[in-house]
């Protein structure tokens, strides 16, 4: 019998689209309704307009549009610079690039500078396959530790399309994960309002809290489905916001559930689970707590759903540590 190998795709095409409805570009085109609506944003980009959805920006204001070439650490400046002359710049790269090669124009030309900029900040975790070299598997841990500096991980298209244009309104530095491409619509904008610094209750349970931040809140919310059907029953908190962190409502979430879970889409040192637990210490909420997450470890190249589901970053992998830690 033949069968196809799970080759990793080209650095352009979508890999994560599953049965739900899709949004081609969120970012992109709220960043140009954003501008619509407040007539002072510039995009920027380190020669990846193509794969950090803000070509649909330049194609709409050129004149609006910077490409800095292969050079972050000039990006993080020029956005600076600009962001004194009264725009809002909005500068895209890898998170990886942002973080490793200019974390420190970040930490001071935008946030110990107190500037105007926001860092969109494509690839985070595990939505690439192309291996250490591109995964920003910990780039919460490390922009969660700069003053001043807002840090932020969108569930799905309306999750991006509501931050974009709460970070534009926004009056300071912010870095923002990006999903790019065909990005699922998991959250009902009808129901959900993102709100900077707050977390949202999207499921309410009796059993066992699910706290979870990213594009891993789609996996929480089908983790409870799946709980369900063994007669668990399972809450969701979504966390977008991971600085400022909204603890008062972490802490009093995982305080009506005899277990917690925390999933993200990074390294679970340092980031949403390091968090949650630091939160329930600080509180005196003791609870089992277990984490979905990244191993501390760098991950090898492959199809990212393949490498997803060996980091038990999936719908199965929350729902283990549920059991598991009920069992505690």
Same mark, same amino acid.
């Given at each position: 019998m033949t069968t196809t190998p799970n080759y990793s795709k080209a650095m352009g095409v979508d890999e994560l689209v599953g049965s739900r409805p899709v949004v081609d570009a969120p970012f992109g085109n709220a960043l140009i309704a954003a501008h619509k609506r407040r007539g002072d944003i510039v995009g920027l980009t380190a020669d990846l307009g193509k794969y950090t959805d803000i070509l649909t920006f330049r194609d709409a204001y050129p004149d609006r549009f910077f490409n800095v070439g292969m050079a972050e650490q000039n990006l993080v400046a020029v956005a600076a610079g600009?962001?004194?002359?009264?725009?809002?710049?909005?500068?895209?790269?890898?998170?990886?690039?942002?973080?490793?090669?200019?974390?420190?124009?970040?930490?001071?030309?935008?946030?110990?500078?107190?500037?105007?900029?926001?860092?969109?900040?494509?690839?985070?975790g595990l939505t690439t396959g192309y291996g250490g070299t591109h995964q920003a598997i910990e780039d919460v841990a490390l922009m969660r530790m700069v003053p001043n500096l807002v840090v932020i991980d969108p569930c799905d298209a309306t999750d991006i399309e509501q931050i974009?244009?709460?970070?534009?309104?926004?009056?300071?530095?912010?870095?923002?994960?990006?999903?790019?491409?065909?990005?699922? !619509?998991?959250?009902?904008?009808?129901?959900?309002?993102?709100? #900077? =610094?707050?977390a949202s209750? &999207?499921? $309410?349970?009796?059993?066992?809290?699910?706290?979870?931040?990213?594009?891993?809140?789609?996996?929480?919310?089908?983790?409870?489905?799946?709980?369900?059907?063994?007669?668990?029953?399972?809450?969701?908190?979504?966390?977008?916001?991971?600085?400022?962190?909204?603890?008062?409502?972490?802490?009093?979430?995982?305080?009506?559930?005899?277990?917690?879970?925390t999933a993200e889409n990074h390294v679970i040192r340092g980031g949403l689970g390091t968090q949650v637990r630091e939160c329930l210490f600080d509180?005196?909420?003791?609870?089992?707590? !277990?984490?979905?997450?990244?191993?501390?470890?760098?991950?090898? #190249? =492959?199809?990212?759903?393949? &490498?997803? $589901?060996r980091s038990g970053l999936t719908t199965m992998g929350i729902a283990l540590k549920a059991r598991e830690a009920l069992a505690r």
């Open positions: 600009l962001a004194r002359t009264g725009t809002v710049p909005f500068a895209t790269t890898y998170g990886v690039f942002a973080t490793r090669r200019a974390y420190d124009f970040i930490a001071i030309a935008c946030a110990h500078s107190n500037v105007n900029v926001k860092i969109v900040a494509g690839l985070p974009t244009h709460a970070v534009a309104d926004y009056q300071g530095s912010v870095y923002m994960r990006l999903l790019r491409g065909k990005v699922r !619509r998991v959250l009902d904008s009808q129901r959900y309002t993102f709100i #900077l =610094g707050k209750v &999207l499921k $309410e349970g009796t059993d066992v809290g699910i706290i979870s931040t990213g594009l891993m809140t789609e996996q929480a919310l089908d983790a409870a489905t799946t709980l369900a059907h063994e007669g668990i029953s399972a809450g969701v908190l979504h966390v977008p916001t991971l600085k400022p962190f909204d603890g008062d409502a972490v802490a009093e979430f995982a305080s009506r559930y005899a277990a917690v879970v509180a005196g909420v003791v609870r089992p707590v !277990r984490s979905v997450g990244i191993a501390d470890a760098f991950i090898e #190249l =492959g199809a990212s759903q393949t &490498l997803m $589901e």
